[in-house]
């Protein structure tokens, strides 16, 4: 059984910078897609940005393209998400998720974590 467990979140201000990490157990990993959403309060999850576990093959949602970094640690069995430049409207609960297809949308992952709060200040 797949564990995600998502860490790093926290209060920033405007121009600042994170570094999320997802910690994953429990399945091998190098057939996986990892990805990152986030949900802000009202709004629907969205994706963020997504990697291959195997080739690192990386893509990002249009808002964070060239502020957020996603990577992988294979030794670690972590993935991270670098956020620099953070804006007001990156605040949201940052989620890390595990599926087997290279795809935006959250349906096609199937093992989540709990979620980590980003709040970013003006």
């Known amino acids: 059984q797949v564990r995600l467990v998502e860490s790093g979140g926290g209060l920033v201000q405007a121009g600042g910078s994170l570094r999320l990490s997802c910690a994953a157990s429990?399945?091998?990993?190098?057939?996986?897609?990892m990805g990152w959403f986030r949900q802000a309060p009202g709004k629907e999850r969205e994706f963020v940005a997504r990697?291959?576990?195997?080739?690192?093959?990386?893509y990002y949602a249009d808002s964070v393209k060239g502020r957020f970094t996603i990577s992988r640690d294979y030794a670690k069995n972590t993935v991270y998400l670098q956020m620099n430049t953070l804006k007001p409207d990156d605040t949201a609960v940052y989620y890390c998720?595990?599926?087997?297809?290279?795809?935006?949308?959250?349906?096609?992952?199937?093992?989540w974590g709990q979620g980590t709060q980003v709040t970013v200040s003006s």
């Open positions: 990697i291959r576990w195997s080739g690192g093959n990386t």
């Open positions: 429990g399945g091998t990993f190098s057939s996986y897609v």
């Open positions: 998720a595990a599926g087997q297809r290279y795809s935006s949308w959250l349906g096609d992952f199937g093992s």
